[in-house]
Structures are given as structure tokens and as C-alpha cells.
Antibody
């Protein structure tokens, strides 16, 4: 059974940094495209970042230069390094993996940016 | 960016009703479309992938159709468990985009 478990969320001050992790079981992170999707309180879903199996990465314009996606193949773990955080980055962050023609989602981790 | 236009934004229906939600893409996405159900405080739950494939464990009253730019999610007989918000998502290219959501309410 595929499982994606996010961790690392919490309360951080504006301008601060945080690193989110997504540990996968039942699939190999390096063999699938992996993404981060976020949802601000009471809002819809927003794609944030993508990393392909070959290592190419892409980020939404709203986070470019501040949020960076990466992975550790030896730990089968996906990361989102978040820096220079703003109030508008407050959201639940979900880890999503391609899985054949389908998609698998984690349960999310909440990031709150507030002083 | 590929824009996803979902309609209606709110839908009121009785238990047992047939319900249809539409999603339109601003350009051709072949069949790379997913549908989700989301309840308050919970992660999105995948219902349909590749436009018409039913995710394992999802009741057969849910079905998806369409290709190219026009897509539909149908619930054949609405159950109490189905009152939730539904989203479509294109995953044709890496810049995934989502519809704005359809809230299904009790009539």
C-alpha cells in the first residue's frame, strides 16, 4: 500500500524558514514525479512545486526563489525548503506523487506564518 | 497556464438525486484530469483519474467522462456521505491547475 507522510509544519515568523518532509512507502520517490500542493485556510488547491524522476524541478511563480523542492533517494523522502516566508504562505501543504496514471496524496502538514 | 473552469460553484440537491459537475480546460489536456472529494479539515480524496478511471475503493455511483477540454463528474444517486466540496485537476503538464471547487449541499 502506498503511503505519503508529511512532517515539519508549524508556526514560523514572517521572513523565517522551515523544511517540510514527505516520507514515502510503497513507492520509490526517485522513480515517480513528485509534487507539493497547498491549500490556504478556506481556499482552493494550489500547485507549488514539481520534481521529475530525472531531477528536473519546477516551481509556481508565487514561490520561485523562496521555496525549493528536492529529494533524498537514500531516504525515499521528498522535501520542500521554505525560506523568506510570508503570511500568504500559510496553508496546509500536501505531498502528491504520480503513480501510474493515477495520483497519491498525503494527509498534509500545516504551516502558519505569523508574528 | 492552463485554466480550469468548474461549474456550478454551489449545488443543492436531495438525497437520491443525479448530480453533474462540469470542468472545462482552457486548452487540450487529453484525458489527464482527476476529480476529488474534500470534506472540511480533510485531505482531498481521489475519486477519478485519467478522466474516467475509478479509483480503487470509490463507490460505483461516481463516474467521470470527457477528453480534450470538456469533462464531467456524475454522481448517480446522491448519498448523505457525498455532501462535500469537489475539485477537478489537470495534470497534463507540471503546472497543475485546479478548478475552483463545487460545494454540494443538502436541499
Amino acid at each position: 500500500e502506498v503511503q505519503l507522510v508529511e512532517s515539519g509544519g508549524g508556526l514560523v515568523q514572517p521572513g523565517g524558514s522551515l523544511r517540510l518532509s514527505c516520507t514515502a512507502s510503497g513507492l520509490t520517490v526517485s522513480s515517480n514525479y513528485m509534487s507539493w500542493v497547498r491549500q490556504a485556510p478556506g481556499k482552493g488547491l494550489e500547485w507549488v512545486s514539481m520534481i521529475y524522476s530525472g531531477g528536473s524541478t519546477y516551481h509556481a511563480d508565487s514561490v520561485k526563489g523562496r521555496l525549493t523542492i528536492s529529494r533524498d533517494n537514500s531516504k525515499n523522502t521528498l522535501y520542500l525548503q521554505m525560506s523568506n516566508l510570508r503570511a500568504e504562505d500559510t496553508a496546509v501543504y500536501y505531498c502528491v506523487s504520480g503513480y501510474g496514471n493515477s495520483l497519491k496524496w498525503g494527509q498534509g502538514t500545516l504551516v502558519t506564518v505569523s508574528s | 497556464d492552463i485554466q480550469m473552469t468548474q461549474s456550478p460553484s454551489t449545488l443543492s440537491a436531495y438525497e437520491g438525486d443525479r448530480v453533474t459537475i462540469t470542468c472545462r480546460a482552457s486548452q487540450n489536456i487529453d484525458s489527464w484530469l482527476a476529480w476529488y472529494q474534500q470534506r472540511p479539515g480533510k485531505a482531498p480524496k481521489l475519486l477519478i483519474y485519467k478522466a474516467s478511471s475509478l479509483e480503487s475503493g470509490v463507490p460505483s455511483r461516481f463516474s467521470g467522462s470527457g477528453s480534450g477540454t470538456e469533462f464531467t463528474l456524475t454522481i448517480t444517486s446522491l448519498q448523505p456521505d457525498d455532501y462535500a466540496t469537489y475539485y477537478c485537476q489537470q495534470y497534463n503538464i507540471y503546472m497543475w491547475t485546479f478548478g475552483q471547487g463545487t460545494k454540494v449541499e443538502i436541499k
